[in-house]
């Protein structure tokens, strides 16, 4: 059994793209061993709903979701709801029981709010899950990438690697003037795995397949 927590810098940076893309390529090139996709935590309608459209042979979990899509702190006291992280451990765990490979996407960023006390960071580090951090490729990536990396390192997560993420059709000069790779790798002394270019259907899963084997992968699998 593999697991990787996908987790970002901040919301809507490509997090759902890449757990995608990596879904895609495992199913495409590992059919003989079984997927299994967790969304921890979700507030409001998306993620899960769209991997379940993507994937429709794959397992998707979704253990704990609330209907106000803002951070779960907030949605959890709206709703005059618990935020139960045990029963998110437990569905994890019953997960990684049954499947070989386990993609767990987190929720926004890794400074992002879990319970009034932890942050994803907490989580990835506290449950030790083999994580990369998806940055998208922007004006700004680099200081972004430089204090995640660095919040990673203080709450001791495993951190695999960074991938970044074009939402938006870009040029070659402009993906490395914002993502200058060198720079970012000796700032941090992570290794970045690649990028995941701007895919003009995101529900084409050979593509999604394809742009994830550039990807660095056999770096996921090193101690």
Sequence with gaps: MTTLLIVGTDTE???????SALAAYWQTYYSSQSLGIIKLVQTGIGDVEQYHQLFP?????NPLRYDTPV????????????????????????LQQRKNWVLAEALGGLGSPVTWELTVADLAGDWRLPTVLV??????????TVANVALARQH????????????????????ANFIPIDLIQSLTQTPVLGMIPHVDN??????LAYVA??????RLSQN
């Design 202 to 207: 995101t529900k084409d899963i050979n593509k």
């Design 213 to 218: 084997a550039n990807l660095d992968l056999e």
């Design 156 to 175: 001791k997560v495993n951190l695999k690697g960074i991938i970044f993420s074009c939402s938006s059709p870009m040029s070659e000069e402009e993906i």
């Design 13 to 19: 940076v490509g997090k759902t793209v890449v757990t």
């Design 71 to 94: 951070a779960p702190p907030v949605a959890a006291e709206r709703e005059n709801r618990p935020i139960p992280l045990d029963q998110v451990w437990k569905g994890l765990n019953d």
């Design 57 to 61: 042979d794959v397992e998707v979990v």
């Design 135 to 144: 940055v998208p490729v922007k004006l700004g990536a680099i200081a972004q």
